[in-house]
Each structure stands twice: as structure tokens, then as C-alpha cells.
């Protein structure tokens, strides 16, 4: 039934196409593909193009779809699509410099936030044994889950400091 779909289309597809005029298409479903039935069914959410088990599930009968065909514009050989210019892309350097302050100034803003956090969230966590809430006191589970998130938290923000180092290396050793 994996393919139920696939197979439903390329039979309604296979019937319009024989009632159609004989018209290439640039592009038509592989005849592998194409099932020998032509009639497609539909079960609810499922399509099928077998009859007994459309009978045997109660399935409706779709009507065939009318196939629109527009065919594609060809380039006129000799004449190159406009493409912007490369001095268009340049920038000049002092510019460039610019740009890669700026990308270093925010990346070690998000680096020093980071740190933080991981700073904050080590103190919360307390090597595995964080201070209990109030409602945590009742509810041992509900420690549990905090303390599984805090350890996920501080695993995340590990990654993201390492990548931004990273980042910020990467600027570095391009200079």
C-alpha cells in the first residue's frame, strides 16, 4: 500500500492520456510504473487501483482529471541569460574589513553570553545534585525530569560555545 498513491496517479494519468488527442508530452510517468488497470479508487486517505479491493473495502470510483500540458520556453541559442556583473559582487576591502569586525564583535557577544549561561546553569545544576523546588519535594519525578533537562541544556550550550569558537577562529585564521 506504500505505493497505492503513486500507482492511483499514474493510472489516472494513463487514462486521461488515452482518452486525450495523441499530443507529446515532454514529459510523461514511467510505463513500469503505469499499472494495467485504468480505473483508480479511493479508500478514505488510501488510493488503489485494484478492483476487489475496492469492492471488498467499500471504495468510491474516481473520475478521471483532465491533464494540463504547458510546454516549457526554450532559451534561442546564442543569446546568454543576464548574469549581474562581477564588479557588481566586489567589495572593497575597507568595506570587507568592516563587515569582518562587525561578524567578530557579534560572534564574541554571542560567545560571552554563552559563557554565561553555561556559568549559570553549572551553578543550577550543582555537579548533579540541584536544590530541590517546592513542588519537587512531593514529586521525586518531577526532580528527575529538571535535572535530566539541566544536564541537556548544559550539554547544548557546551556545543554552542565550541562553535562559536570555531566561528571565531575561522575569522581569525582568514586574515
Given at each position: 500500500?506504500?505505493?497505492?498513491?503513486?500507482?492511483?496517479?499514474?493510472?489516472?494519468?494513463?487514462?486521461?492520456?488515452?482518452?486525450?488527442?495523441?499530443?507529446?508530452?515532454?514529459s510523461?510517468?514511467?510505463?513500469?510504473?503505469?499499472?494495467?488497470?485504468?480505473?483508480?479508487?479511493?479508500?478514505?486517505?488510501?488510493?488503489?487501483?485494484?478492483?476487489?479491493?475496492?469492492?471488498?473495502?467499500?471504495?468510491?470510483?474516481?473520475?478521471?482529471v483532465?491533464?494540463?500540458?504547458?510546454?516549457?520556453?526554450?532559451?534561442?541559442?546564442?543569446?546568454?541569460?543576464?548574469?549581474?556583473?562581477?564588479?557588481?559582487?566586489?567589495?572593497d576591502?575597507?568595506?570587507?574589513?568592516?563587515?569582518?569586525?562587525?561578524?567578530?564583535?557579534?560572534?564574541?557577544?554571542?560567545?560571552?553570553?554563552?559563557?554565561?549561561?553555561?556559568?549559570?546553569?553549572?551553578?543550577?545544576?550543582?555537579?548533579?545534585?540541584?536544590?530541590?523546588?517546592?513542588?519537587?519535594?512531593?514529586?521525586?519525578?518531577?526532580?528527575?525530569?529538571?535535572?535530566?533537562?539541566?544536564?541537556?541544556?548544559?550539554?547544548?550550550?557546551?556545543?554552542?560555545?565550541?562553535?562559536?569558537?570555531?566561528?571565531?577562529?575561522?575569522?581569525?585564521?582568514?586574515?
Amino acid at each position: 500500500m506504500k505505493y497505492a498513491y503513486a500507482f492511483a496517479l499514474a493510472a489516472a494519468l494513463a487514462e486521461v492520456n488515452a482518452q486525450a488527442p495523441a499530443k507529446p508530452v515532454a514529459s510523461s510517468p514511467p510505463a513500469a510504473a503505469a499499472p494495467s488497470a485504468a480505473r483508480v479508487y479511493r479508500c478514505g486517505n488510501q488510493y488503489t487501483n485494484a478492483p476487489t479491493e475496492a469492492q471488498a473495502k467499500d471504495c468510491k470510483l474516481l473520475e478521471p482529471v483532465p491533464l494540463t500540458v504547458v510546454e516549457a520556453v526554450r532559451p534561442t541559442p546564442g543569446r546568454k541569460a543576464s548574469a549581474p556583473a562581477a564588479s557588481a559582487l566586489r567589495v572593497d576591502s575597507s568595506e570587507q574589513r568592516a563587515r569582518d569586525a562587525d561578524a567578530r564583535a557579534i560572534l564574541e557577544a554571542e560567545l560571552s553570553k554563552a559563557l554565561a549561561r553555561q556559568s549559570e546553569l553549572l551553578r543550577e545544576y550543582n555537579n548533579g545534585e540541584p536544590e530541590k523546588l517546592g513542588p519537587e519535594t512531593r514529586n521525586y519525578q518531577k526532580y528527575l525530569d529538571r535535572v535530566a533537562h539541566l544536564k541537556a541544556s548544559i550539554a547544548r550550550n557546551e556545543v554552542d560555545i565550541e562553535g562559536l569558537r570555531r566561528e571565531l577562529s575561522r575569522l581569525t585564521a582568514s586574515k
